[in-house]
Structures are given as structure tokens and as C-alpha cells.
């Protein structure tokens, strides 16, 4: 298929050792020497591929499947036709997951510019005499690595990146093309897709006499380990203090974090979330695409905010909430169901007087 140029099928997995890598219960075992390459949808699995499903939605497409193996859980396992092995498992989707990155280990990072086997610095780079790179760094062409820049082992710097005086990059991190990074400190794992800003200034100015006045920016970036940073996302580095993004967060493409904003652990932000400075978010937190933030605020664990919601002040763990401006979710929903139905009211009477 077509992705098939960019990410080839593994050399294969027997169903057996794939089970046991998942977790996972395989019911048939004279299937454990069948051999899996890639993961794809139920409606067009192959033999050498595994699938998984989620609900009974996908009945009909299980009539048609010849998938070579799916993962489910015991309330779906009566859907599955006779003829496809499968691999009994609490959470599928998870496992399907872990699947594609056992099977697809290249896609758990943006792909390099550079073709395997190149050289791992770049001629055409350049690199500061003063940075430290450990083993196994790629730099690729027209990348800027600055003075005293620190980069952990197999970190991957993407072509065309700019990495600022004295930033701090750990091990294991791919830093995609055309990223720029400043005044920033960068834990292990980290994923920063193509064309994100971190580190630039925060919009800080006070109203003066004779207009606005500049707030010096001196803060740093802090990111932790295991955070993935999408696309054209900006994060600005703090004023005083510095902005904060816990470990295990993945944001989304095109999100705005504001200066000395902190963000806890394994947070899930995303597209076009906006959010102001110095608002405190706590650990396991959901933002649903397209929703601002208020500043100054603190918002608890757990918290799961509906897209396109306004936060304009501190919101109690463990809650959900939506609209603008955001609260509870079941009194958002009770108010669209009252706005809906005298929309609907007006227009059957409209209706009538004609």
C-alpha cells in the first residue's frame, strides 16, 4: 500500500509473541505461529495484519474482515467470526496501540529527513564548537545546534532546526524539522513535531505614559519527560518563573501556552487550545480542542474540559465541564437542550401563521 514507503511492515511477529509482549490471551493457540507485520482498521485487515474493535458498531465489517488477528474484550468476543484468531484483552485499544508501536517502531517519531545509514551530523549543519553531543546524535542538514548546547544520546535533531545558546536536550528525543528551541530545558523521550516554537518571549507589557511597555521575559521552558509537542505549537518561556509542561503531557498540533503557565502529568491538550499565563493545571487533565484558558486561574486534577469551552476561573478536580464560559457539563447540555427547543418552538410557529 501506499504508506508502505514510508513506514515498511515489520519483518513479522508470531501471533504467540505478540500476545504475550500485549498481555494479552490468545483463545486459539494452534494460531500462535501466524505471523503479524502491521496493524490497519477491521474494514480492510489483511491476514498479516491486527485490528482491534471497540464497540458493535463494527459487526458488518467483521462479516467481511480477514484480519489475522483482533484484539477485544470478553463482552465483544462473541462478534468475532470463527475464522479470525483472537487476543482477549481489559483494554484493546491500548494494546492495539502498543501493537503499532512494537510493529512500527519509526512511527513513534517524525520521520527523519535523512535516509538510514547517513552520516549522523550532517555536513551541511552547523554546530556550535562549544556543544556537548553525546553518541548517537543525528543532526540533520541546515539544523543549528548553538554554543553550549547539551544533547543526550540517540536524540534526533530535524533538518532545519535551530537549538538556542545553552538549551538542554536529554536522550532519546526527535526534535522534527524547523523547530526552534530557547531558553529551554528538555527531559528524555521528548517528541517535538515540525515547526514548533519553545522559548520565545511571553506577551508581557504594562500600560505606560506613553504606551506599552516591555516585560523583560527571563524565565525558562521546563519540559519533562515522555512530553509530546505537535506541530506549530508555541510555548512561551515564563517572565520570572518559568513555564512548566509535565511529564507524559501530549499537546496537540497549533496549541498556545502562555508564559509561566504549569502543566501537569499526562495531560491531554487539544488543537488550538489557547492558554493564558500563569494558570496551574493539575495532573490528568483533557482539554478539548479549540477552548481558551483564562490566566491566573487553577484548574484540579483530573479535569475534562469540552472543545470549544471558555475557562474564565478555577475549576474543582475530578469534574467535567463545557461552554462558554465553562461549567458543569450536565447543566451545559440542560442549557442546549433548553436553546434548542424554543428554536424549534419559534420556527413551528412561524410555521403556523403562514
Avoid at 474493535?53 to 470478553?74: F, M, P, Y
Avoid at 495531560?267 to 490566566?295: E, F, H, K, P, Y
Avoid at 478555577?314 to 461549567?327: H, M, S, T, V, Y
Wanted: proline fraction near 6%; glycine fraction near 14%; charge should be negative.
Amino acid at each position: 500500500m501506499e504508506h508502505e514507503t514510508f513506514y515498511p511492515p515489520h519483518a513479522g511477529v508470531s501471533l504467540k509473541e505478540l500476545a504475550d509482549r500485549l498481555g494479552a490471551e490468545l483463545l486459539q493457540d494452534e494460531a500462535g505461529d501466524r505471523v503479524i507485520r502491521s496493524v490497519a482498521p477491521v474494514y480492510r485487515a489483511k491476514p498479516s495484519d491486527i485490528c482491534y474493535i471497540l464497540s458493535r458498531r463494527n459487526k458488518a465489517e467483521l462479516e467481511t474482515c480477514d484480519a489475522g488477528a483482533i484484539l477485544c474484550d470478553a463482552a465483544l468476543r462473541s462478534l468475532i467470526p470463527e475464522h479470525i484468531p483472537v487476543l482477549l484483552i481489559k483494554n484493546p485499544h491500548a494494546a492495539f496501540a502498543l501493537a503499532g508501536q512494537f510493529l512500527h517502531p519509526e512511527g513513534k517519531q517524525p520521520l527523519p529527513v535523512a535516509r538510514p545509514g547517513a552520516l549522523d551530523i550532517s555536513p551541511a549543519a552547523f554546530v556550535d564548537p562549544t556543544a556537548r553531543l553525546e553518541d548517537g546524535v543525528v543532526v540533520e542538514p541546515m539544523a543549528v545546534i548553538g554554543a553550549d548546547v547539551e544533547i543526550g544520546a540517540g536524540s534526533l535533531i530535524g533538518a532545519g532546526a535551530v537549538i538556542g545558546r545553552g538549551v538542554k536536550i536529554g536522550r532519546d528525543c526527535s526534535i522534527a524539522a524547523g523547530t526552534s528551541i530557547i531558553a529551554s530545558y528538555i527531559g528524555n523521550g521528548v517528541i517535538i513535531h515540525n515547526g514548533a516554537r519553545i522559548g520565545q518571549d511571553g506577551f508581557g507589557y504594562a500600560p505606560g505614559p506613553r504606551g506599552m511597555v516591555k516585560i523583560v521575559q527571563i524565565g525558562r521552558v521546563i519540559i519533562q519527560d515522555n512530553v509530546e509537542i505537535g506541530a506549530n505549537t508555541t510555548i512561551d518561556r515564563g517572565t520570572m518563573d518559568d513555564t512548566v509542561i509535565g511529564e507524559g503531557t501530549k499537546i496537540d498540533n497549533q496549541v498556545q501556552i502562555a508564559h509561566n503557565v504549569r502543566i501537569g502529568r499526562h495531560c491531554g491538550i487539544v488543537a488550538q487550545v489557547g492558554i493564558a499565563g500563569s494558570t496551574v493545571i493539575g495532573d490528568g487533565v483533557l482539554i478539548g480542542g479549540g477552548s481558551g484558558v483564562n490566566g491566573h486561574i487553577k484548574i484540579g486534577d483530573g479535569v475534562q474540559i469540552a472543545a470549544m469551552s471558555g475557562v474564565i476561573g478555577d475549576l474543582p478536580p475530578g469534574e467535567k465541564f463545557g461552554g462558554i464560559p465553562a461549567r458543569p457539563l450536565g447543566d451545559f447540555l440542560r442549557d442546549c437542550a433548553q436553546i434548542m427547543g424554543r428554536s424549534e418552538g419559534k420556527s413551528k410557529v412561524g410555521k403556523g401563521q403562514k
